[in-house]
């Protein structure tokens, strides 16, 4: 029996030729990242406390994001604890400013094939976008990954969804995705790897593979995992790694617990409403909401694509009077490949409010939180009750041209009336 | 880590995840101070009701969403005893064991009352309800973890390890 991608990486991690689903492995950690809001200011106590020495400064990465810019001397204080204790380890990567953490291990080299990545953040599972095993961890367990770089983990099983065929006009893998975590639940693949495959993710830019692997969670998975290819070996190389790559993927006579299977062709935009990920509807349900707000950013869905796709809506058109339009810029990176093609003066000229890259609003943290009663349409990954601010707000979740479609109408709007070419 | 609790239950539905536990827009606060705030979405009086050794029981999917260990240290400052629920989230089930916080899974805790009162043996897995004077079968804990619990967490195991007794 062949090995799923899930098995292959932690055999590798943990120095065996072969594992199977169910084992529990004691593994060796390639990368472990911390961010601002749960790193050293949390781990710091038992860190010292159990000898205060790191098992490698190389492979500890930490990216403060969620406290950018801080809104408050809390935030500011957790921010300059984090800024020392990277100084004080002398840390060969630390990073602040710079946008969510996910995307920017993945633009700086961190993510690589077969890497087994742990993270104090949920949405670590992104790096399966490129083919690395990642998931997230809490600070307790961070603690002993920093001093010894090891720590155990059960091989999971994997759930393989199957996407075929192309998606239609004004149809993205943010739709893929919440169509997928609607028909498994929010907790349907827990303790699982979502393995997704198929003509239509084959088809896929990394940058729209990255939205799968980072939702994986909200279906409860450890990892949500894409098979390699060609298009891994460009992103790297574009982001100037150099090294040898070495595509992974499952074995064909590899094991599933379930197979998903769908066509993409017949896909309509989707959207996630209150309070639950897995609330999924098809965009004609929702059409018409009213919201106050819409979102355009994050680690799920703030990336250049997105970027290019919004700005291709609004081009030449006004976000409605009635609400704001925050963007927010995935990374400094995209920040600036989009001022360059151009991208922000088309958002802010259509009524958009450029913010700096992080974690923002998305996490209910900083810049743009929402009051009692508020209803916000995001691009982002979570609308749990209170995840944006104010329990008493809404969130509404969908693909970023969703987002752009109902900043023009002030209401939940189908952004393929906005794309579609028309045919007589 | 306890291994009998005995408490008073407080009981939830499915899917209490954790920006509800511990939600976002309190996480730089000191954990004193966020504490006042853990479950307030759904349960606004929560914690000025809940008392040291009560028992949280709910249905399925307890803790998913975030890895905030800021979850765990709220419910510990509260002094909360352990979490009976039909499931938990994988990350959420995992920072409990390693911060000593007892979690026990239970095939349909619908027939848990709130108000009633518990006892649960953590190892053996079982649940004894005084109030029904009844006892529940719940999941035991992986026996790779019996130690860690054993010992209190993860820190003390670490502690033990790193000091080369080989675990």
Not at chain 1, 257 to 267: G, H, I, M, T
Request: charged fraction near 25%; glycine fraction near 10%.
């Amino acid at each position: 029996m062949g090995m799923t991608m899930s098995e292959k990486i932690l055999a590798k991690a943990s120095r065996r030729s072969e594992v199977k689903a169910g084992e529990i492995v004691w593994v060796k950690v390639d990368i472990a990242m911390m961010h601002d809001l749960l790193g050293p200011w949390l781990v710091d106590g038992a860190f010292k406390r159990l000898g205060g020495k790191l098992f490698d400064k190389e492979k500890v990465v930490v990216v403060s994001d969620h406290c950018t810019p801080p809104a408050t001397v809390h935030q500011a204080d957790i921010l300059k604890c984090t800024r020392d204790w990277a100084r004080l380890q002398e840390l060969s990567y630390y990073y602040e400013f710079e946008g969510p953490c996910h995307q920017v291990i993945a633009e700086h080299g961190h993510v690589r094939p077969g890497r087994l990545i742990l993270g104090t953040d949920s949405h670590t599972c992104m790096a399966g976008g490129l083919g690395a095993f990642a998931t997230g961890i809490g600070s307790t367990e961070m603690v002993g990954v920093l001093l010894t770089g090891e720590t155990w983990l059960k091989v999971p099983e994997t759930i393989k969804v199957i996407w075929e065929g192309k998606l239609p006009e004004g149809v993205y893998s943010k739709d893929i995705v919440l169509k997928t975590i609607k028909d498994l639940g929010h907790a349907g693949a827990t303790y699982q790897t979502l393995e997704f495959s198929g003509t239509a993710i084959e088809g896929l830019s990394i940058d729209d593979r990255f939205v799968l692997s980072n939702m994986a969670v909200e279906a409860g998975a450890k990892t949500g995992l894409i098979k390699t290819d060609e298009k891994v070996i460009d992103y790297l190389r574009s982001r100037g790694i150099t090294e040898e790559i070495e595509l992974i993927h499952s074995d064909p006579d590899a094991s599933y617990s379930r197979v998903l299977q769908y066509n993409a062709s017949e896909l309509e935009p989707q959207v996630a409403c209150p309070h639950e990920v897995d609330n999924v509807h098809g965009i004609s349900a929702v059409e018409g909401i009213s919201v106050d707000q819409v979102y355009l950013g994050s680690c799920t869905n703030g990336r250049i694509s997105d970027l290019r796709t919004a700005a291709e809506i609004l081009k030449g058109k006004k976000v409605s009077k009635n609400i704001r339009c925050l963007v927010v810029p995935a990374s400094q990176h995209i920040w600036m490949e989009a001022n360059k093609e151009g991208i922000l003066d088309v958002l802010t000229e259509a009524g958009c409010i450029v913010n700096m890259p992080s974690c923002g609003a998305c996490g209910g943290f900083t810049s743009g939180v929402i009051g009692a009663g508020e209803v916000v349409m995001s691009s982002s990954n979570r609308n749990f009750r209170g995840r944006m601010g104010s329990p008493n707000g809404e969130v509404y979740l969908g693909s970023p041209a969703t987002v752009a479609a109902t900043a023009i109408e002030g209401r939940i709007a189908d952004p393929r009336n906005y794309l579609m070419k028309e045919v007589y | 880590m306890t291994v009998i609790i005995r408490g008073r239950v407080w009981k939830y539905g499915d899917n209490i995840n954790t920006d509800i536990i511990s939600p976002g827009q309190f996480m730089s606060l000191p954990i004193e101070k966020q504490a006042e705030h853990a479950m307030s979405a759904i349960d606004p009086k929560f914690s000025k009701k809940v008392k040291p050794g009560d028992i949280l029981v709910a249905g399925n999917n307890f803790g998913s969403g975030s890895s905030r260990e800021t979850a765990q240290m709220v419910l510990k400052h509260l002094q909360v005893g352990a979490i009976v629920a039909c499931s938990f989230a994988r990350i959420f089930y995992r920072n409990s064991i390693n911060v000593g916080l007892p979690v026990v899974e239970m095939e349909d805790t619908s027939v848990i009352k709130e108000g009633e009162e518990l006892e649960i043996d953590l190892l053996a897995g079982r649940i004894i309800n005084h109030t029904q004077t009844s006892e529940y079968k719940g999941t035991k804990l992986p026996e790779h973890l019996i130690e860690m619990v054993e010992l209190g967490g993860l820190e003390p195991y670490l502690a033990k390890r790193l000091a080369g007794d080989n675990l």
